[in-house]
């Protein structure tokens, strides 16, 4: 008897499913992305803003 290939769950954060246009695992970052924004607002601005504007070029590309 043959196992069946075993399916890995995703781990969370990471990218995944986006040949399938799968960005929901992306989205939910970017909503924890902006509410770590809001609390922080000032400390890490330019860091947080370069990577909300890579997540928004990899939702808009995918």
């Known amino acids: ?4 290939p075993r399916i890995r769950a995703p781990k969370p954060g990471r990218k ?3 040949k399938h246009g799968c960005i ?3 989205a939910a970052f970017y909503e924890r992305l902006k509410e ?3 609390d922080q607002l000032q400390t890490t601005s330019t860091y947080t803003d370069a990577l909300i504007n890579q ?8």
């Open 1 to 4: 008897m043959t196992r069946a």
């Open 16 to 18: 995944h499913g986006r």
């Open 24 to 26: 929901s695992v992306t």
């Open 36 to 38: 770590a924004a809001n």
């Open 55 to 62: 997540l928004l070029d990899e939702t808009e590309h995918s």
